[in-house]
């Protein structure tokens, strides 16, 4: 299986920038996606393709990668954007990350 | 408009089986290119695929966990069902459906249901 590895938490204040990793066990070329989940809600897609912003989703958000490194950019990070945040891959079967949890403080 | 939802039995002691419905709508499991997927999450942990099935009767099933999973179509009422066989503790989870996007280079999911819970206790 391909391991996909994330930080378990951060925490940042409203305005600021935020980058939210995602490390593959072996290559994964670009196929990278990235879901915000909420308390008690499914998760969300917002990157696919490692840096394709889905159809709704604000520009605030932002994906770059390849290969084996990927991040997930909020900027500028908002109150409402407290969620967790998970990497999933589909080079190599499919996977997901734990997941980072993110908190505004 | 897209939707899924997900229904099965709650509560369920180990060893029985497990029965999940997937019933969906704004999309077709009979259009070339669809596909839907289990997904399923402990209380606080990460996602894990477990199985798909796509418009051609093609099936994928998580490695870990195939020779326990069952997944079929009702293409003309709009479902996907998932059986899981001799449950045990460890797969009591919040289990998802979700709509695999149609695009053939890329596997990742575009709508999800909101989940139903699955206790499995003796």
């Known amino acids: 299986d391909t391991v996909l590895t994330q930080s378990p938490a951060l925490a940042v204040s409203p305005g600021e920038r935020v980058t939210i990793s995602c490390r593959a066990s072996?290559?994964?070329?670009?196929?990278m996606h990235w879901y915000q989940q909420k308390p008690g809600q499914q998760p969300k897609l917002l990157i696919y393709g490692a840096s394709n912003l889905e159809s709704g989703v604000p520009a605030r958000f932002s994906g770059s990668g390849s290969g084996t490194d990927f991040t997930l950019t909020i900027d500028p990070v908002e109150a409402d954007d407290t969620a967790t945040y998970f990497c999933q891959q589909s080079w190599n079967e499919l996977t997901f990350g734990s997941g980072t949890k993110l908190e505004i403080k | 408009q897209v939707t899924l939802k997900e229904s099965g039995t709650g509560i369920l002691q180990p060893s029985q089986a497990l029965s999940l419905t997937c019933s969906f709508s704004g999309f077709s499991l009979s259009t070339t290119g669809i596909c839907v997927s289990w997904i399923r999450q402990p209380s606080g942990k990460g996602l894990e695929w477990l199985a798909d099935i796509c418009w051609d009767d093609g099936k994928g099933y998580n490695p870990s966990l195939k020779n326990r999973l069952s997944i079929s179509k009702d293409t003309s009422n709009n479902q996907a069902f998932l059986k899981i066989t001799s449950v045990d503790t460890a797969d009591t989870a919040t289990y998802y459906c979700?709509?695999?996007?149609?695009?053939?280079?890329?596997?990742?999911?575009?709508?999800w249901g909101p989940g139903t819970m699955v206790t499995v206790s003796s």
């Open positions: 072996e290559s994964v070329s670009t196929g």
């Open positions: 979700a709509r695999r996007a149609p695009v053939a280079y890329y596997w990742y999911f575009d709508f």
